[in-house]
């Protein structure tokens, strides 16, 4: 009743008022957008910066941190067990080598390179990536029609002619941990084919233990990789056999020096997606070894930090 009486001047000035208080929020909000805009702008902007520079100077500093990886000491003695039965399941001779000679290598190699850089994310950044550094996990396969050129190592596995005498060196110093008997490479490179069958007999294992085919196949794989995605299928990968646990002790302090990492570290296989495996080594350059080493990195977080 009482809005009747309310003298029309009094509502026009109610309703400027209000128009103006309007007015002037919009005003505010209108200058947050353009600040947040310019803000939003700024990073974009210095994002990029970044980029290119890193683009245009690969090269980093060189690390002053020292963690060190070691791998869990309780553990040890329980997985060295696993290990050495693996280790007696991995050294299928390979029958098949005979067709593996690559006539061509460093062709077939630019090919194989190319497919590891589409592969990868971290590598598809443009930049080139050495051959020593192909990533082969659970997610990058192998590249197709991948064929190293190949040396025999004592024993009569056979691995990558470029990594021969860095292993050779790295085995020959390691003696000193091993009761002063050569290290013996129990598998080194792997066809396809061989790769397939380590995975079917390790699948038919857990299968007689009395588990389910997929459940099988799931675990396999925390020991065995698929066929295509092993990197033993390389001839950079070298699964070795010691006299005494020590020689195992004595690589993962050392092995860095001759251009090797202890590939699967049990504090990383959250990430590589393997179980620890003190017995596999793998050939990355000493450079990226050093600094895989001294930072406790494994090759994925290294590729992904490049
Ligand atoms: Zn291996």
Redesign the pocket.
Known sequence: MSKKYIPREFKKQVYLARRQKRAEKMKIAGLTALLFLCLGSIVILGFFWKASLKGRNPSKAPSLSFAKHTSADGNQVNQMGQGSSAIQG?SAPDSSMQGTSATDSSIQYSDAQNSAIQGNSSQASGRDTAWYLTLVNKQTPIPQDYEPDLVKVPGGESVDARIYDSLMQMLEDAREGNWGELPSVV?GYRTAKVQQKLYDDKIREYEKEGYSESEAAELAEQWVAVPGYS??QLGF???INGATYDVYLWLQENSYKYGFIFRYPGNKTDITGVSE?V??YRYVGKEAAAEMYEQGLCLEEYLENM
């Open positions: 991995d598998s990197e033993h990968a070298v699964d495996e017995w596999h």
